[in-house]
């Protein structure tokens, strides 16, 4: 009996070591896990301890990490004006013969943004809601890109000559797509240098969602001028710094008179103030990432009135992504009387040039072949700028905007007189507009 019962438990023993079953601390073959894009070589086998015994209560699990919510600065309705008023008008953009944007307000106001429907008639008052920095304090003006009748870019900076140590500040840029009943602001921009009166920063915008900001100082010395430029590719919502003030070399030297994108890719500033012979500009072509001088070639006709002169360059205008024309205006370096002013012409977006001599004034050309030159005297070209015909002489230095071959606009100002003025035959004449506030 006891030899069978002796028989029976090794057949017990026998089966439970055949049937596999595990045991604590084990040996175990177990597949690593790989991460994505990560390679995982080959692994001996690991000793893997037991499991740690579940908790007597459920575990919070933690969310996904929120985002912070992004700087802003106070929104509050601007002081409002009395309707009817009579307004001063320091600068306007109109889009067509009846919409169009102006910077102003009450007399030498430039904080009010204002939009008008009638040709400048009336204007309604769209300022973005930044009424606590309007309520005391420095006085702010406005500085815009308007680029249409509907969508809109604006800044503020304080209204001083000069710059307060260290010159720099926060701020946003403010942007509507509904020709100003509402407005959003873009992230906070900290920079190094802002801007004053004789300095004022620039926004330029080649659509409605591609644009750059150039904020700007006076000289520093040794013919330096900082900027800090930024860009932005969604409509102003954030901005990317592409040069910086402090210690950047590059578009830092020389005053920047004026500056133009034909593209996201290809710009050009036009600049004086600068220890060259000949006309020099700033291009780049890779959004203004970097950018390199160049001395713009002397006319086949009297060169030397160029090339041997001191020159300074103002007044870009892409046409289209590839038309591209500037003014250079040069002083002998022999002869200090002999000046030529020359209207330099591109149609590669500015790798090759032709030159026409030109009358002077700001450069503005509706498409190809007709164009003005805006100064105390008025010039109007049909054939790209080889010809100039004088169509009005002015005593009065304007702010321009035409919209098409006859209708325009001017801020006239005369010593410390402003007034807005229009024109509806191409500048022969011009009359007086007094603009009201709408009631």
């Known amino acids: 009996m006891r030899v069978k019962m002796y028989v029976w438990v090794i057949m ?136 249409d009748d509907e969508n809109a870019h604006v800044l503020y900076f304080p209204a001083i000559m000069e710059p307060s140590p260290p010159g720099g500040a926060d701020l946003v840029i403010w942007r509507t797509q509904d020709a100003g009943l509402s407005w959003t602001q873009s992230e906070v921009i900290s920079t190094s240098v802002l801007g004053t009166q004789n300095f004022p920063p620039r926004l330029h915008f080649i659509n409605r969602s591609e644009g750059w900001f150039m904020a700007r100082n006076g000289g520093a010395g040794m013919h330096r001028y900082p900027i800090s430029l930024y860009r932005t590719q969604d409509g102003a919502d954030t901005w990317d710094l592409l040069i910086g003030a402090i210690g950047g070399g590059e578009l830092q030297s020389c005053r920047k008179t004026g500056w133009a994108f034909g593209d996201l890719s290809n710009g050009l500033a036009t600049i004086d103030n600068c220890p060259v012979d000949g006309p020099p500009i700033e291009q780049t072509a890779d959004g203004g990432t970097t950018w390199a001088r160049v001395i713009l070639p002397p006319p086949q006709e009297q060169p030397e009135t160029v090339s041997s002169a001191y020159c300074e360059t103002s007044s870009p205008q892409f046409v289209t992504a590839d038309l591209l024309l500037l003014s250079a205006s040069c002083t002998s370096y022999s002869d200090p009387q002999v000046e030529r002013t020359l209207l330099y012409r591109s149609a590669d977006g500015g790798q090759t040039w032709d030159t026409w001599d030109f009358p002077g004034g700001d450069i503005f050309f509706l498409d190809e072949s007709r164009g003005f030159a805006l100064g105390r005297e008025i010039y109007w070209t049909a054939d790209g700028g080889v010809t100039w015909e004088q169509e009005k002489s002015v005593n009065w230095d304007g702010q321009f905007s035409f919209v098409d071959a006859d209708v325009g606009w001017a801020v006239a100002r005369a010593d410390d007189e402003i007034a807005l003025v229009k024109t509806e035959d191409r500048g022969k004449t011009w009359q007086i507009i007094e603009p009201l506030l709408e009631r």
């Open 12 to 147: 017990l023993v026998t089966l439970i070591v055949s049937s596999g079953c595990s045991f604590p601390n084990e040996l175990v073959t177990e597949q690593p896990e790989i991460m994505p894009g990560e390679t995982v070589e080959p692994t001996s086998t690991a000793v893997v301890s037991p499991p740690p015994a579940l908790p007597s209560s459920t575990a919070t699990i933690p969310g996904p990490p929120t985002e912070a919510p992004k700087a802003t600065f106070p929104a509050e309705a601007p002081p409002t004006l009395t309707a009817g008023i009579d307004l001063e008008i320091a600068f306007i953009h109109m889009v067509n013969r009846d919409s169009g944007w102006a910077i102003g307000g009450v007399t030498g106001s430039r904080a009010r943004i204002l939009y008008t429907i009638n040709g400048a008639e009336t204007f309604r008052d769209v300022t973005p809601p930044i009424g606590s920095e309007l309520a005391g304090g420095v006085d702010k003006w406005a500085v815009g890109a308007f680029i």
